[in-house]
């Protein structure tokens, strides 16, 4: 054999193991999955991953409440299950699955979602009428939130955590009215809620009497009441559909605009009130708390300001004020001693500030009463002054307001007859005066002129001047004020008409009718308070802008003023 060919077979040997060293070498390692990180809902689920290797492989879990479907595999693409048992603890857990193939080591971290823990140790809560504070622990691994079913119940702040417990503290506002009242408190976590119910008692219906604070008998509290203005067309405002301090047009009532009332020179304000369209229970004739809360934050803008104000019932829809006959008067009567009784507990722990006026304009029409319409809308004056002595304390001692028919003050010196008082000389007559109607009221009539400079015009009523007005007043100051009973003429003005060419005319002469209707009541003992409807353009008695509180008609208000001084 040659030695090429020699050399050539043992080439082809070496060749040969080679290869076969080759294949049976281990290949390099080759490693995929699927996901880096798995959730798990608390309450325990299976979720799945999936490897990839072209080797074996292993997987390993480091908690045993998290179970694998497969701890190893040989190569290829393997679905692996996962397995985690219900979280019963109140903290969030973690685990590590761990994938092994040759030298290559791929992780999965796992989390599970704590067990909810949410619980208060309280279900109900009972409490008097006074504002207080409930406090109490709610249990929480997580946020939560917190309602209120009425708007007396408020959180006072966030609460304090320590760890998973919430300490909360909850106002409870004084329960003004008579009636009990209760509401719900709910927290919600999630689709978790827990209720807690609030029970308040109502305030008392009577109390010891006391007259601190309300030691003014009625003629001295008129010579305090210097001059007055009223805020028509607001809280007396009623609809059909829904009650609105707006619904007549007015904006709702601020503190800025009854500062620049008295800022003009106005001490006192009458604020005509609506209730029945405020009514939540028919059956027993409950006014809503937020209504109730409303009027007293408008009280209170008059008095923190050392002003006197009046609250009535006011036209009200027509209910007591169209109804003086004897066919509604027991169920009338029963409705008055009703809201009576919840105003005048509301508003008992006020000074002598404060006056209730029992009723408005009571009429049947505007002819001469008959002995039923007096007789009737008299029982309304009692009804009124029965319901508010009996809830004693300042009450016992507050000046009332008591309205002859139509508040009329002829009828008054014809027919009106004070109602029987437990008190001493704590009434006042409330009387209004529009006199010439013509002239303060009828927008559509000729009749723009009033007074001495337009004696012998024909613009000018031939009837209700100066001498009208002498007479009205002297004759209420001899039933009245001179025998010690003070009157409130609760209404009157004039509109400040649009008539053309006579407009300088028609504005001096209703400056002059303000100015001498203001000053003969005051000769006379009679508080006059200005009926201001809101609007100040033409066809209004407006003397403010409602919203700003800025004068609009100087002049009227100069005679108004001045005449008072």
Not at 340 to 360: K, M, S
Not at 542 to 559: I, K, M, P, S
Request: overall charge negative; some cysteine; proline content about 3%.
């Amino acid at each position: 054999m040659k030695v090429s060919t020699l050399l050539f077979f043992l080439m082809v040997a070496l060749s040969l193991a080679s290869c076969k060293k080759d294949k049976d070498a281990t290949p390099q390692a080759d490693l995929l999955v699927s996901t880096e990180a798995l959730s798990f809902a608390n309450a325990g689920e299976t979720k799945t991953f999936y490897v990839k290797a072209n080797v074996n492989w292993t997987a390993q879990s480091s908690e045993t409440w998290l179970q694998l479907s497969a701890s190893s595999g040989t190569s290829g693409t393997n679905k692996v299950d996962v397995s985690a048992a219900a979280n019963a603890l109140v903290a969030d857990r973690s685990a590590t699955i761990t994938i092994k193939a040759g030298d290559i080591t791929k992780t999965i971290s796992v989390t599970q979602s704590a067990s909810s823990l949410f619980s208060v140790d309280k279900t109900e809560f009972n409490a008097d009428h006074n504002q207080q504070e409930l406090t109490f622990p709610v249990s929480s691994n997580g946020a939560y939130s917190i309602e209120f079913s009425a708007d007396w119940l408020s959180r006072k702040a966030e609460p304090s955590k320590s760890g998973n417990v919430y300490t909360e503290t909850i106002v409870l506002n004084r329960n003004g009215n008579i009636f009990d009242r209760e509401a719900t408190i709910t927290l919600k976590k999630g689709a978790e809620s827990k209720t807690i119910s609030v029970k308040q008692l109502g305030n008392l219906k009577n109390v010891a009497a006391t007259n601190t604070g309300v030691s003014s008998d009625a003629p001295t509290l008129a010579a305090k009441l210097k001059v007055g203005w009223n805020l028509g067309n607001s809280l007396e405002a009623t609809s059909a559909t829904a009650a609105s301090e707006t619904s007549w047009g007015n904006p709702k009532t601020s503190k800025q605009l009854i500062d620049k009332v008295k800022a003009a020179g106005f001490n006192s304000i009458r604020i005509p009130c609506a209730w029945s369209a405020y009514i939540e229970d028919p059956a027993t004739y409950k006014i809503k708390d937020s209504w109730l809360a409303r009027v007293k934050e408008v009280v209170d803008y008059c008095v923190d300001n050392d002003m006197y104000a009046i609250i009535n019932i006011h036209w009200d829809g027509g209910w007591l004020e169209e109804n003086p006959t004897y066919a509604a008067q027991t169920e009338v009567n029963k409705k008055q001693k009703a809201l009576w009784e919840q105003i005048a507990v509301y508003f008992r722990d006020y000074d002598e500030h404060l006056i209730f006026a029992g009723t408005n304009e009571v009429h049947a029409n505007y002819n001469t009463p008959t002995a039923e319409h007096i007789k009737v809308q008299e029982s309304y004056n009692q009804t009124f002054v029965d319901a508010v002595r009996a809830t004693g304390g300042r009450n016992a001692y507050r000046n009332l307001a008591v309205q002859s028919y139509n508040t009329n003050i002829k009828f008054a010196i014809d027919y009106m007859t004070m109602p029987t008082d437990p008190a001493t000389q704590r009434l006042f007559t409330e009387v209004h005066f529009y006199d010439p109607y013509d002239f303060t009221l009828d927008e559509k009539s000729d009749k723009y002129l009033w007074g001495k400079d337009f004696k012998n015009s024909a613009n000018a009523p031939n009837w209700g001047q100066e001498d009208w007005v002498d007479a009205q007043f002297a004759s209420i100051k001899a039933k009245f004020v001179d025998k010690g009973i003070p009157v409130i003429m609760g209404e009157y003005g004039a509109i400040l008409r649009n008539v053309g060419a006579g407009q300088a005319n028609h504005v001096k002469a209703r400056n002059y009718y303000l100015s001498y209707v203001t000053k003969k009541a005051k000769e006379n003992g009679m508080i006059p308070f200005y009926w201001d409807n809101g609007p100040s353009g033409l066809n209004s008695f407006g003397l403010f802008n409602r919203t700003t509180g800025a004068v609009e008609h100087q002049d009227a208000l100069d005679a108004i003023i001045q005449a008072a001084q």
